[in-house]
Nanobody, 131 residues
Framework: QAQMVESGGGLVQAGGSLRLSCTAS????????VGWFRQAPGKAREEVSC????????YYTDSVKGRFTISRDNAKRTLYLQMNNLRPEDTAMYYC????????????????????????WGQGTQVTVSS
């Protein structure tokens, strides 16, 4: 059974850093396209950053460009999100997701995954940034 488990969330002051991790099981992780998404209270889930199977191609939503870095370690079946210079507006539940659908650009995949049926989701890890 496919499963993804996030960790690394917490409470941090504005300007601080956190590193999120997401470990996958029950899937051929190197073949999967993966990404990070977030949902703030009262708001829709949105894409944050996604990465290609090999890690060479990445996508970032505009609000996190230059502050967040996505990476993956296929040998460890783990996805990471390094978040620097955090802002109060980054406060949200952060989810990792994976799917075997790769017939799109990484950016298109990132948006598609919000509504696609063939995506595996983790349970989420809470990130809270205080001002």
């Amino acid at each position: 059974q496919a499963q993804m488990v996030e960790s690394g969330g917490g409470l941090v002051q504005a300007g601080g850093s956190l590193r999120l991790s997401c470990t996958a099981s029950g899937m051929t992780f190197p073949d999967m396209r993966v990404g990070w998404f977030r949902q703030a209270p009262g708001k829709a889930r949105e894409e944050v950053s996604c990465v290609s199977q090999g890690g060479a191609t990445t996508y970032y939503t505009d609000s996190v460009k230059g502050r967040f870095t996505i990476s993956r370690d296929n040998a460890k079946r783990t996805l990471y999100l390094q978040m620097n210079n955090l802002r109060p507006e980054d406060t949200a539940m952060y989810y990792c997701a994976a799917s075997a659908y790769i017939r799109a650009s990484v950016a298109e995949w990132c948006t598609r995954s919000l509504t696609a049926y063939d995506v595996f989701w983790g349970q989420g890890t809470q990130v809270t940034v205080s001002s």
